[in-house]
């Protein structure tokens, strides 16, 4: 009975303790795409050259994206920011050092308390 009540005891901690492994994350998001135009009629060639309207002071633009003479629009990637190393050689090795202590400090844990398990034959 007294494993009973220590799974029970064990899931109800599980089940309060605030895991948010289904929520969405709310994240900004990074570019959002914003039309610098919009039209409600359809363009057309036309030999006349028409003054381009101003575009508002407060818009957006798009890196990536250009449209050229002809009114197609030209797509092209941006390489991401270099991400440089700020830790040293004394960090990283103190860092190993930890990771390798916490692994041996579990394993003597887990070999503790499975070589101290009942045997399943007196059941």
């Known amino acids: 009975?007294?494993?009973?009540t220590t799974v029970a005891a064990v899931a109800l901690v599980g089940a309060f303790s605030g895991a948010d492994a289904f929520t969405a994350m709310n994240a900004p998001r990074t570019q959002a795409f914003v039309p610098t135009t919009t039209r409600s009629a359809p363009l057309f060639m036309s030999d006349e050259e028409e003054a381009a309207p101003a575009a508002?002071?407060?818009?957006?633009?798009?890196?990536?994206v250009s449209v050229d003479q002809d009114g197609k629009s030209n797509v092209w990637a941006i390489e991401p920011k270099m991400e440089l190393e700020?830790?040293?050689?004394?960090?990283?090795?103190?860092?190993?050092?930890?990771?390798?202590?916490g692994l041996a400090a579990f394993a003597a844990v887990a070999a503790g308390l499975l070589s101290n398990l009942p045997d399943p034959d007196t059941f």
Not at 1 to 4: E, S, V
């Open 1 to 4: 009975m007294t494993r009973l």
């Open 86 to 101: 700020n830790k040293s050689s004394e960090e990283k090795t103190s860092s190993a050092i930890a990771a390798v202590a």
């Open 56 to 64: 508002p002071a407060t818009s957006v633009v798009e890196r990536g």
